[in-house]
Each structure stands twice: as C-alpha cells, then as structure tokens.
C-alpha cells in the first residue's frame, strides 16, 4: 500500500482525548489489590532463617559447654520424670483375677486365726432359735397332726 | 517468564499504554463508563496473572489484544451484536480532544460521528491504523484476523469516511 494521503495525514492529526486523570487511582487501585498478598520468596525465606540461625549462633556461643551442660541436665530431668511416673491405674476396667490356691488356703488359715483370737460370733438375738423344752417323738407329732 | 508485577510494574504499564488504550476503547464503545471497566478489567487481569506479558514480544499490541477481547466479551454479555452496533455505535463520547477552533470543531465533531457509523470492526482498524500507527500484520494480531483482513477493512473503512467528510475537507483544507 502506498503511504498516507493528505485525507489520512489530516486525519492522523486529530488529536484523542487523554486519559482522565482520576482514572489512574481508579484503575490501578483494584489492579493492586487483585494482585494480593504475594508470597514470600526463596531468597527472602532462606534469609530469615539465616537471620535466625546467626542469632542463635551469638546467644550460644560465648558459653558452649555451659549451654550443652544445661541441656544435657534438662534431659536427665526429662527421663527421670518419665521413669518415676505412676503407670495410670484401671482397675476398675480390668476384670477381677481370681485368688490362687495358695492364697485362698492362706486367707483361711487367717481367717481361723481371727476367729480364735475373738472368739465364735454371737448371732443377734431375733435370729437365734427359741428355747424349747425336749419332747418325747410321739407328743412332738401329735402336735404337728393338730396345727 | 516475569513474576508477580509489583506495583511499580503496574505504573509503568499504565504510564506506558493507559492513553492508547483509552482511545482505542473509547472509540470502540463511545462509552465513557465502559471504556473505564474495560481498562480496570484488563489491568486486573495483568495484576492478576502475572505471566500474561512474559511471552510477548509487542507489548503495546498484546494489551490492545487483551482490551479488544475484553470489549468483545462485554459485548457477548449485553446480548446480540446487533445490540452491540446500535449500542457501542452511536455517538455519545467522542474519541477526541475539544478545540477552540469551530473549524477544527466542526471537523472533529463530523469525524467521531463518520466513525460512529462504522462497524465496530472496521472503526477498531482504521484506529489502531491512523492514531496508533500499528502495521497491518500488528493490527491483525491486536484483532485476531489475518493481515489481508485488516487491510481490506482499512481501506473499506477509509473510503466511507472520505466520502463522508469530503465535503467538510474540502472545505477546511
């Protein structure tokens, strides 16, 4: 195609209309906060901790032996207190073990012991047997015939 | 491929591109409210993904791309291309800057209309032809049609426009 003619130049000289000035705050208002927060990048992260790791490094190392000493006890602590703990108690779930045959003869010989030592158990007085005097066998079912 | 673009990155884009952006959508739409949501929606996009611009070699183009396409959707959404013409085709805001030359004024005012009457399509190649000065094959990839295209709608689109102006012209020439 051929270069402009003088109608396109005249054209091409019109001059458009600028952008509104407000629009800038408009437009690349929501364009910022669309993009959102952006994640931390490698660099920075491995920064961070190498932040970290420095300063761990100045707390520690003036005193080393000190600080592993204090660990080391920390530890011994730890398990010692694991160690002494009380396994938890589950009687109440676990079902009853019946006593051996050793352990039952050696209740009874107890209890005998127990029951010398004080002496026969008096029963109370509405259980004992009423007092009645001896009977010849005849007399006893002629009784029984008449009730 | 570029990451994220920080704010800075979007300043420059908007420093770079918002005008010819803005009057290439203002006289595709003739809308100064739509202009205004295309051009958000299409920096919201390039914030939003940041890679969009990596692999492009015209950036100007690219964005002119990604605002037609957006302008095109807008339409889609409205309804009908039909609606689209009698909607984005009529004259409401005119694509160019007020003068204080009633000769000028006059020109420009019969201009924006003469454009107003054309189909979107070829009023959007005789822009990015006669104000942004892209090439045929430049405007064939911002539209998404082959270079002969852009090249027959051009001269389609300039032969109504001389006929329309020509009286004008030849009177203010």
């Not at chain 2, 300043?11 to 591109?17: A, G, K, S, T, V």
């Not at chain 2, 003469?114 to 979107?120: D, F, I, R």
Request: charged letters at 25%; aromatic letters at 8%.
């Amino acid at each position: 195609m051929n270069g402009p003619d003088q109608f396109e130049e005249r054209l091409q000289r019109q001059p458009l209309r600028p952008v509104p000035p407000a629009w800038r705050d408009e437009i690349l208002g929501p364009a910022r906060a669309a993009a959102g927060p952006r994640p931390v990048p490698f660099a920075a992260r491995r920064r961070l901790s190498s932040m970290f790791a420095t300063g761990l490094s100045a707390l520690l190392w003036p005193h080393p032996k000190a600080w592993g000493g204090l660990a080391a006890l920390w530890l011994l602590v730890l398990g010692l207190n694991f160690a002494s703990r009380e396994p938890a108690r589950s009687e109440v779930a676990r079902p009853a073990i019946p006593p051996s045959p050793q352990m039952r003869a050696l209740l009874q010989q107890q209890e005998q012991l127990f029951a010398e030592l004080i002496g026969p158990a008096e029963k109370p007085v509405a259980d004992r047997p009423k007092p009645v005097a001896p009977q010849p066998h005849s007399q006893r079912r002629e009784e029984f015939l008449n009730t | 491929m570029k990451t994220m673009p920080a704010d800075f990155e979007l300043e420059r884009l908007y420093e770079d591109h918002a005008q010819a952006l803005f009057a290439f959508l203002l006289n595709l739409t003739r809308d100064e409210n739509d202009t205004r949501d295309l051009l958000q929606d299409v920096f919201v996009r390039l914030a939003r993904h940041p890679g969009l611009l990596g692999s492009a070699l015209d950036e100007r183009a690219f964005l002119i791309r990604m605002a037609h396409n957006a302008a095109i959707d807008l339409m889609r959404r409205r309804g009908t291309r039909h609606k689209y013409q009698e909607r984005f085709g009529t004259e409401r805001s005119s694509p160019f800057a007020a003068t204080a030359d009633p000769d000028e004024a006059a020109f420009r005012a019969e201009l924006s209309a003469a454009l107003g009457e054309l189909p979107p399509e070829k009023r959007a190649v005789v822009h990015l032809k006669l104000w942004e000065g892209l090439t045929f094959e430049q405007i064939a990839f911002s539209l998404d049609i082959s270079p002969n295209t852009a090249a027959s709608r051009y001269r389609y689109a300039l032969d109504k426009l001389r006929g329309r102006l020509r009286p004008l012209y030849e009177e203010i020439k």
